[in-house]
């Protein structure tokens, strides 16, 4: 397959050729072998039968996803997380904070959040609940993310104190599994977030490194349009370090320390 007709692939999905660019290898390979096991023979055929048939559109569509990422990645943000955006959340008194993991992957993200909130714990009298909504759109992602192993790499970035008391190491695999108190709280979906949010109002959402960098404008104003409305008043809005909002932000959401992570304002409406 070439760039031209994976360009074309691009478009039918309204995908970004900028964000799929670097890791168009292994996904070009992946879809390749779905070809040939259609029969078809070239990219008319394939957008086809996309078209015509929706098994195949749903295959497609999981093996477009890309999963790349590992605990604590972009260290200074789950600092900060930390230090200040959650003692934000927690400063009025409330039974629970909802939130919601967009294109979780293989979990790195959501048991990132949870090793941060359990050492936060012991500085509270009385920590809230943290219900954690965690979708992707690839089952088999959610299936090693549920599964909770990973292998050293993941955890490269992962300060030792939490490596020692929220993993143990597998004795019959060089994989680090994470404990059962990290697994509480944590509502697992195969979920497209280009159709509705989840049921709820969120008061933190993570879309970080997916929407932004593998969409087209179009469907991401779209899409974020609905992330907004699901995201509560002062809730926080988290998206990948090198990524932008395509749309102004200033009256929907206020500044923070952080150039991407967004604060809704207090009745904003929606984009």
Known sequence: ???????????????????????????????????????????????????????????????????????????????????????QLIEKPQEKINVWVAGCASGEEVYSLKVIWEDLRPGYLHLPDMVIMATDLNPQYLKRAKAGAYPPSSLKELPEKFRSHYFHKQKEKNLYSVKAILKIGIVWKNHNFLEDSPEGQFDLIFIRNNLL??????????????????????????????????????????????????????????I
């Open 1 to 87: 397959m070439d760039d031209q007709q994976f360009s074309q692939l691009l478009d039918y999905f309204g995908l970004s050729w900028r964000g799929y660019r670097k890791v168009r290898k292994g996904v070009k390979k992946r879809i390749s072998r779905h070809m040939s096991d259609l029969g078809c023979q070239n990219m008319a055929v394939y957008l086809i039968e996309l078209a015509t048939n929706e098994e195949s559109r749903h295959v497609c569509e999981h093996l477009m996803t890309v999963s790349i990422s590992r605990f604590f990645r972009d260290k200074k943000l789950w600092e900060t997380l930390q230090s200040e955006i959650i003692p």
């Open 213 to 270: 960098t593998y969409y087209n404008d179009m469907i991401k104003i779209s899409v974020l349009r609905k992330v907004t409305d699901a995201l509560s008043d002062n809730g926080f809005l988290i998206i990948g370090s090198h990524e932008k909002l395509p749309y102004k932000t200033s009256d929907i959401f206020s500044k923070t320390s952080f150039s991407y992570v967004y604060r809704k304002r207090l009745g904003a409406q929606s």
